[in-house]
């Protein structure tokens, strides 16, 4: 039970780069979640889908976009990276509300 | 919209003293979850607390859910080195599929 995966682990971009991180999921969980975690900081969510079919916008979606491919994945992409994207990115899951999330270990992404 | 208060920021603690963080809400909370994350790694999810005053206890971990349910609080008595890492609290946001997220609380152990 490999719970949630992200790949990749570390990616470096140049400005403008695109690129899309991976997420899946084994545990048939309904709801996925991408979030962003700056040095020192919180957690902020980018995007979520609550289920299959469907993804809203969270906190702070402006540069992102988001696919849930089918249940158990939910990539999210960067159509051109910026300086201000650099960050670690956890995509997380849950079997509904009002359970605890499990994470993935993150990918951490450098934009230059 | 709903917003939550952890504090401290950083707590500095000899190995063996006690730790305590506390998260207070100015609205009635639903429930309220706690994480750990390690220096490097991914949040970790720990307990949900329920119901009002409700206290659970995880080993040397304490959780606690206030009276009105507007406040927790995660005591560690005798921390280990193990124990280093930020502490968060979430509780549900006006969308359900949400978790609105504390500040975290930094546990560090002084050499």
């Known amino acids: 039970n490999a719970g949630v995966t992200q790949t990749p682990k570390f990616q470096v971009l140049k400005t403008g780069q695109s690129m899309t991180l991976q997420c899946a999921q084994d545990?048939?969980?309904?709801?996925m979640y991408w979030y962003r975690q700056d040095p020192g900081m919180g957690l902020r969510l980018i995007y979520y889908?609550?289920?299959?079919?469907?993804?809203d916008k969270g906190e702070v979606p402006n540069g992102y976009n988001v696919s849930r491919l089918n249940k158990r994945e939910f990539s999210l992409r960067l159509e051109s990276a910026a300086p201000s994207q650099t960050s670690v990115y956890f995509c997380?899951?849950?079997?509904?509300?009002?359970?605890?999330?499990?994470f993935g270990s993150g990918t951490r992404l450098t934009v230059v | 919209g709903q917003q939550v208060m952890q504090i401290p920021q950083y707590q500095h603690v000899q190995e063996g003293e006690d730790f305590t963080t506390y998260c207070n809400s100015s609205?009635?909370?639903?429930?309220i979850q706690w994480y750990k994350q390690r220096p490097g790694g991914h949040p970790v999810f720990l307990i949900q607390?329920?119901?009002s005053g409700e206290v659970k206890k995880q080993k040397r971990l304490t959780f606690q859910f206030g009276e009105a349910k507007k406040n927790s609080s995660l005591h560690i008595t005798a921390t280990q080195t193990t124990d280093v890492g930020t502490y968060f609290c979430?509780?549900?946001?006006?969308?359900?599929?949400?978790?609105?997220w504390g500040a975290g609380t930094k546990l560090i152990i002084k050499p």
């Open positions: 997380a899951s849950r079997i509904r509300q009002g359970h605890g999330y499990t």
């Open positions: 545990m048939n969980h309904n709801s």
């Open positions: 889908s609550a289920s299959e079919g469907t993804t």
């Open positions: 609205t009635t909370l639903s429930n």
């Open positions: 607390l329920v119901k």
């Open positions: 979430a509780l549900n946001g006006d969308s359900n599929y949400q978790l609105i």
